[in-house]
Each structure stands twice: as structure tokens, then as C-alpha cells.
């Protein structure tokens, strides 16, 4: 059975960082893309980051272009969202999502984790 | 802001049959695949509906997609309380070089 937690969410104050993670189970870890989805309060999906399932393919959104970055542990089976320069309109519940391909840029999401919350503010 | 539209709001009296559109262009779904997952109130958005109509094991057949040129829509027939919920479609843009997600649909089982 596939498993997606995503775990590192919290309070930060703006122009700070905040690493999220997710581990995934039930799957080969290396063979599927992996996605980060986040919802502010009371709005709708936004996807903001995406790698490839063979690590080569990383793709994101503009509004976190050079301040977001995803990555990766194989041995871990554990992706990662390393958030820089937060701001405000950064709040939201963080989710990791799992391609239903290994391409980070076909396809889509067949799994969701239970999401992260984090919050900016001073 | 989201490059699919979809309808704020949708509803129906149990047993009867609700339709939410979904409309793109030619660079997300006109060129791709598209999905639809449900979101019951707080909770993670579940896949309900892959590759423009196909059916994960466990979504009853009631749900129900399709697509056509740049737009897609997700039937619910026989509605049920239990499928309050938001709705939304998802796709990747060729041009944005990313996944974008429609605006969401509440649908309220009257």
C-alpha cells in the first residue's frame, strides 16, 4: 500500500527557511515522479514543485522560482522542499504528491500525503 | 490564478446527476492528459479520475470523466450526501512548463 508523510511544516517569520519532507512507502521509490502541492487557507490547489522520477527532470512553479528547491534521498526514500525567502502568501498546507509515471513532466498525481501546514508570519 | 476554469459551485438532490466542466487551452488540455481528484472537507485531495477517463480501483462507477478538445468534465450520477466535496482538474501545461489545476468546484448534495 502506498504511504506519502510529509513532516518539517511550522511558524516562520518572513525571509526565513523551512525544510519540508515527505517518505514514501509502497512503491519503488526511484521509478515514480514526486510532486509539492500546496493550498492557502481557504483556496485551491497550486502545484509548486515537481522532479522526475529518475532525478533528472526538476520543474517549478514561478511565483517559487529561485527561492524553492526540491530534491531528493534515495537511501531514504525521503524528497525534500527546501524553502528560502518565505513570505507571507507562502501559508498554506504543503503536500507531497506521487506521479503515476516517472516523468516529472506527463502524467499526474495518483497519491497524496496528509499535508504539512506552514505558517509565515512575524 | 489558474489557467482552468472551472464552475465555483454545483449541486443536486440525491440520486440525480451533476456535471463539472473543465476548460484549458491547447498547451494543458488540449495536448495532455487530465485528472480529477475530490477533496472532502479537510481532508487530502483524492484521485478520483486518471487520464481523462480512466477509474482507480475503488472509485465506484459513478464517477465518470471525459475530455474533448480543450475542455473535460467529471459526472456524478446517482449523487450521494457523501459526495459533498471540492473537485478539481489537473493537468500539465506544455507552455508554463508545469502542472496546473483548475479553480475547484464545491459540489452540496441538497
Known amino acids: 500500500e502506498v504511504h506519502l508523510l510529509e513532516s518539517g511544516g511550522g511558524l516562520v517569520q518572513p525571509g526565513g527557511s523551512l525544510r519540508l519532507s515527505c517518505v514514501g512507502s509502497?512503491?519503488?521509490?526511484?521509478?515514480?515522479?514526486m510532486s509539492w502541492v500546496r493550498q492557502a487557507p481557504g483556496k485551491g490547489l497550486e502545484w509548486v514543485s515537481g522532479?522526475?522520477?529518475?532525478?533528472?527532470?526538476?520543474y517549478s512553479a514561478d511565483s517559487v522560482k529561485g527561492r524553492f528547491t526540491i530534491s531528493r534521498d534515495i537511501s531514504k526514500n525521503t524528497w525534500y522542499l527546501q524553502m528560502n525567502g518565505l513570505r507571507a502568501e507562502d501559508t498554506a498546507v504543503y503536500y507531497c504528491?506521487?506521479?503515476?509515471?516517472?516523468?516529472?513532466?506527463?502524467?499526474?498525481?495518483?497519491?497524496w500525503g496528509q499535508g504539512t501546514l506552514v505558517t509565515v508570519s512575524s | 490564478q489558474s489557467v482552468l476554469t472551472q464552475p465555483p459551485s454545483a449541486s443536486g438532490t440525491p440520486g440525480q446527476r451533476v456535471t463539472i466542466s473543465c476548460s484549458g487551452s491547447?498547451?494543458?488540455?488540449?495536448?495532455?492528459?487530465v485528472y480529477w481528484h475530490q477533496q472532502l472537507p479537510g481532508t487530502a485531495p483524492k484521485l478520483l479520475i486518471y487520464?481523462?477517463?480512466q477509474r482507480p480501483s475503488g472509485v465506484p462507477d459513478r464517477f465518470s470523466g471525459s475530455k474533448s478538445g480543450t475542455s473535460a468534465s467529471l459526472a456524478i450520477s446517482g449523487l450521494r450526501s457523501e459526495d459533498e466535496a471540492d473537485y478539481y482538474c489537473?493537468?500539465?501545461?506544455?507552455?508554463?512548463?508545469?502542472?496546473?489545476f483548475g479553480t475547484g468546484t464545491k459540489v452540496t448534495v441538497l
Open positions: 509502497g512503491f519503488p521509490f526511484s521509478t515514480y515522479a
Open positions: 489537473a493537468t500539465w501545461d506544455d507552455s508554463l512548463r508545469g502542472f496546473v
Open positions: 522532479m522526475s522520477g529518475g532525478g533528472g527532470g526538476r
Open positions: 491547447t498547451s494543458n488540455i488540449g495536448s495532455n492528459f
Open positions: 504528491a506521487k506521479g503515476d509515471s516517472g516523468s516529472g513532466s506527463y502524467g499526474g498525481f495518483d497519491y
Open positions: 487520464r481523462n477517463d
